[in-house]
């Protein structure tokens, strides 16, 4: 697997180019070689591609809302192809009932978005956070999505943080989607002293990480993204450095 990062992570420096454009460079000389897009910082897809070319960089996949893919699904198709990003991954779209039927009208629009993107030869996956964890007849949220969408439809990209933070065994759900993930997110997690879940940098927390890797070596995942939702803990920028060094110490490619 390769080591990327999600640009989320700086989402801050979106402001103005000038600052996006010394952040991603910023990236470029930490040693990372692919991202994740989350927005076009206010670009055009050529303009922010270029600042991406010019810097080394390549783009390994996109996030972007389920919601605009059904609304504007051949501006969303144009972007990722400008971008040269084939996959694309989608969460959840925010809908608050617990029942069965309103999971499974969600999962005939992700089918729906799935589609329309595959026409353009662009894979969508489905990235979890905590909230598909929870349980309705027995099974996971994510369960009843990951199964009510055909494998040659839909990816997944699991999200190592969020499991553990939902009460599952990330290292579990990588083994049980292992030939559907299109990539992984790495995100540690550690305590703060008041007793709070927090977001550290990789390799500085409390997961298992020897089981993780083990499980995403034997995967479909081609790519192990570093994101930060948020860092109370650590100054940003070295917890980006930290997680990349790590990472690259256990042996992920940086090339």
């Given at each position: ?151 040659e439809t839909l990816t997944t990209q699991i999200d190592t943080y969020w499991v553990q933070y939902g009460g599952g065994d990330p290292a579990m759900w990588i083994k049980k989607y292992a030939n559907?993930?299109?990539?992984i997110h790495f995100k540690d997690m550690g305590m703060s002293h008041d007793n709070k879940q927090a977001m550290v940098p990789v390799g500085t927390g409390n997961l298992n990480w020897q089981k ?44």
């Amino acid at each position: 697997m390769k080591i990327a990062i999600q640009l989320y992570t700086i989402r801050e420096t979106y402001g103005s180019i000038e600052e996006f454009s010394k952040a991603v460079k910023i990236l470029s000389d930490i040693g990372y070689r692919y991202v994740e897009t989350a927005g076009l910082a206010n670009l055009t897809p050529e303009k922010f591609k270029k600042i991406m070319d010019d810097n080394g960089l390549k783009i390994c996949s996109s996030h972007v809302g389920l919601d605009r893919i059904l609304k504007e699904p051949q501006v969303v198709a144009s972007e990722q192809l400008a971008l040269n990003a084939l996959c694309c991954n989608i969460s959840w779209p925010g809908s608050q009932s617990h029942d069965i039927e309103a999971i499974k009208k969600i999962v005939e629009k992700i089918e729906k978005a799935a589609s329309m993107l595959k026409t353009h030869g662009i894979i969508l996956g489905y990235h979890n956070h905590g909230i598909e964890f929870a349980k309705c007849d027995g099974k996971t949220w994510l369960e009843i999505i990951m199964e009510g969408v055909s494998p040659e439809t839909l990816t997944t990209q699991i999200d190592t943080y969020w499991v553990q933070y939902g009460g599952g065994d990330p290292a579990m759900w990588i083994k049980k989607y292992a030939n559907r993930l299109n990539s992984i997110h790495f995100k540690d997690m550690g305590m703060s002293h008041d007793n709070k879940q927090a977001m550290v940098p990789v390799g500085t927390g409390n997961l298992n990480w020897q089981k993780i890797l083990a499980a995403a070596k034997e995967s479909t995942a081609k790519y192990a993204i570093v994101e930060m939702d948020f860092c109370p803990l650590y100054p940003l920028w070295e917890a980006i450095r930290i997680s990349f060094e790590n990472m690259k110490n256990w042996g992920l490619e940086s090339e």
